[in-house]
């Protein structure tokens, strides 16, 4: 099993910045691809952006130029720096980490972190 634990999330003024954390843990796992998700009330859950194991990259169009994805490999963590934050941008964030297990590749998803933007 894969936990994931995620942190820093909250309330920004737009235009504003915040970075996320989520960090798995468990035994006997490899990491895979590490990605971002978020739903708006109402609304399905969109990507947000991936990071392959190779750092390849794809963002959603609406936070191009404004989010930056980042991984540590050694510490089982990816970042998610959100910059010139706009109130569309509201919604609760997940993680989600594909992960290899006994030659399996299984999907993880943390437990959602708010982010809202307002004034």
């Known amino acids: 099993q894969v936990q994931l634990v995620e942190s820093g999330g909250g309330l920004v003024q737009p235009g504003g910045s915040l970075r996320l954390s989520c960090a798995a843990s468990?035994?006997?796992?490899?990491?895979?691809?590490m990605g971002w998700y978020r739903q708006a009330p109402g609304k399905q859950r969109e990507l947000v952006v991936v990071?392959?194991?190779?750092?390849?990259?794809n963002y959603a169009d609406s936070v191009k130029g404004r989010f930056t994805i980042s991984r540590d490999n050694a510490k089982n963590t990816v970042y998610l720096q959100m910059n010139s934050l706009k109130p569309e941008d509201t919604a609760v964030y997940y993680c989600?980490?594909?992960?290899?297990?006994?030659?399996?590749?299984?999907?993880?998803w943390g437990q959602g972190t708010q982010v809202t933007v307002s004034l």
């Open positions: 989600n980490v594909q992960a290899r297990i006994s030659g399996m590749t299984r999907s993880y």
């Open positions: 468990g035994s006997g796992f490899s990491i895979n691809a």
């Open positions: 990071i392959s194991s190779g750092g390849g990259t």
